[in-house]
């Protein structure tokens, strides 16, 4: 198993990231429950990718900049862009922000997690991803017994720390309106 690695290309914290926190902890977290096999397949189809069936699914990763990969994040377009540029983060390219970027951005109400990327890059740029790393690992961690806890969190797994102020929200109508959409779009390729 390779190890983990927390940073990523477009700013995103990977070690707050709901399915590197259920694979590490083997306890379903709040997104990693949304993104099941058929959302992940019709998902795929709808952007025009090939799933592999005969590939078992898991919710499994170690990061955007490791070769254990979600089958989302193995996919991502910003992510291949920034390998493909030779570049560390998103905001060292010369074409930033790209339209990738601010496609991005244009879901960060259903997935408020994204809403920080360009702060977090920014941050990066101007402090080095090391200190960035270190203050993201201590943002991400139970004010009270210092347990890791992920994006949509809302009570710390281990002492019951109520975390929503230090969490995003990803409720039930957000869940469904991201389902409409991914599930309407792909209908709409096929007709």
Known sequence: MDSFNYDSYCGIYCGACDIMMTYKTGCQHRLASFWNESTVKTFHNKLGITYDPNKPFTVK???????????????????RSAINNKIEHCIDCNKYPCNLIVGANKVKSLLPHIKNN??????????????????QEKRWKCPNCKTNFSWYTRKCMNCGEDLREYTFTFSFLQSMILKLGIYSLSRKQKQ
């Open 118 to 135: 360009r702060i977090n890059m920014e941050t990066i740029k101007k402090v080095g991803v090391t200190q960035w790393l270190s203050e």
């Open 61 to 79: 990763c170690n990061g955007c900049k490791t070769d254990t990969l979600f089958v989302n994040c193995a996919v991502c377009q910003i992510r």
